[in-house]
């Protein structure tokens, strides 16, 4: 059975990590049903996270390795200044810095108090409506060669927020990309690839606190959650990136609301627990 739920939770964590929905607190809410009483685990929502990134790693492998080069020879002083590619390395680094700070400075909350699921409930509504305000009002003319080192610090601290179940990890970035001005498409971007160093630094730092920890779901399963998280995170970067060109983030913003609103009802009638 287990294998099984590991499953099960590999395809919700591949299908909502890069939507602006929030793959944590899908994990969090599809976790208490499959497991009553009990909550698969922050640390295990980071390492089935690696197989997410992974799939971003895969897809934008000619992107990360430019910038990672440019980078490189931007320290040496074999490239112009300015040049944009080793600029935009210098901005995700910059950028995932405040989730690595306060992640580390509110670990206990993070694993506890904060996966309350009348917080993910709240969480998913709020920053629904907040995307669709943004979405609206959000001009379509900036590109990632346009973003500013204050801007850069912006997006670091809209992922950040991510932190708290609910929220969305490209949900908080594609707001402040879009109230910034950058076009949908830039603001996805951009939050897939800021998002590779803090993912996987969270996702390792889970393996490594995993060991010798006693575990809901065993290592096999949690493997697997992370293989199939790959697989199908690859297949909805793909698609989603496709959607965004031609529509807007609607869709997202009743879905949240929705979601939101049946967690209240089920915490209200017992049927899911808080804690």
């Known amino acids: 059975m287990d294998w099984l739920i590991a499953a099960v939770l590999g395809v919700v964590q591949g299908l909502t990590e890069f939507l602006p929905i929030s793959s944590s607190a899908h994990l969090r809410i599809v976790g208490e049903f499959l497991l009553p009483g009990e909550d698969p685990g922050a640390f295990f929502t980071a ?22 080069r440019s ?10 200044k300015g040049d944009p590619q ?3 390395g210098w901005l995700i680094i910059l950028g995932s810095i405040p989730i690595g700070v306060l992640g580390l400075a509110f670990q206990d909350a993070i694993d506890s108090v904060l996966r309350n699921l009348w917080i993910t409930g709240a969480m998913l509504i709020v920053f629904g409506i907040i995307l669709g305000i943004a979405d609206r009002v959000g001009s379509r003319e900036r590109g990632l060669e346009d ?6 610090i912006v997006y670091g601290l809209a992922q950040a927020m991510a932190l708290i179940p609910g929220v969305s990890r490209s949900g908080g970035t594609i707001i402040a990309g879009r109230l910034m ?8 971007r951009y ?17 490594v606190k995993s060991l010798g920890e006693p575990m809901v779901l065993g290592w096999g399963p949690t493997v697997l ?33 929705a979601l939101g609103l049946l967690v209240f009802v089920l915490l209200g009638t017992g049927v899911l627990s808080a804690v």
């Not at 001005?181 to 830039?186: I, N, V």
């Not at 939050?191 to 160093?197: E, R």
């Not at 959607?243 to 949240?256: D, G, L, N, P």
């Open 71 to 80: 980078w490189c020879a931007s320290l040496v002083g074999r490239r112009e």
């Open 191 to 207: 939050s897939f690839l800021l998002a590779v160093p803090a993912v996987m630094a969270s996702g390792f730092y889970g393996l």
């Open 225 to 257: 959650a992370t293989a199939v998280s790959f697989v199908v995170g690859y297949v909805v970067i793909v698609g989603f990136l496709k959607f965004i060109q031609t529509k807007s983030f609607a869709i997202f913003v009743w879905y949240r609301v």
């Open 147 to 152: 973003m500013t080192w204050g801007q850069g």
């Open 86 to 88: 080793a600029r935009l």
């Open 47 to 68: 390492i089935v996270q690696i197989g997410t990134e992974t799939a971003v790693l895969v897809y934008f492998w000619s992107d990360i390795v430019g910038i990672i």
């Open 181 to 188: 001005g950058f076009t949908r498409e830039s603001a996805a």
